[in-house]
């Protein structure tokens, strides 16, 4: 993977503050567009990270109505006299195979 160019030149801006020499101006640029580059990465990251937050709570909300969809359909099996244990435990037996 080939480095960002901007952060190669924040790199040798660096350096040559460091060494003391170059062309002042061109390191002022090469940080100036540096730093707004690495806002703008930052600001995406942001709204990614919000996006996700958004995904995670729409999942979350998601299972816990499947989990009350399956106490409703395991109440119901129940009163219809169907043996619970057996179909929990080839509930699991198949969820186990499927993830083979």
């Not at 160019?5 to 061109?26: E, F």
Request: aromatic residues 4%.
């Amino acid at each position: 993977m080939n480095p960002n160019p901007v952060i190669v030149g924040i790199d040798q801006a660096i350096k040559s503050l460091a060494k003391g020499n170059g062309d002042p101006v061109k390191i002022a640029a090469a940080l100036t567009t540096g730093i707004k580059f690495l806002s703008d990465v930052i600001k995406s990251l942001k709204e990614q990270n919000a996006e996700l937050m958004e995904d995670t709570e729409r999942l979350i909300d998601k299972i816990e109505e499947l989990e009350t969809d399956q106490e409703i359909i395991l109440n119901f099996l129940q009163g219809q006299g169907i043996d619970m244990t057996y179909v929990i435990r080839k509930s699991k037996s198949d969820t186990t195979d499927a993830n083979l």
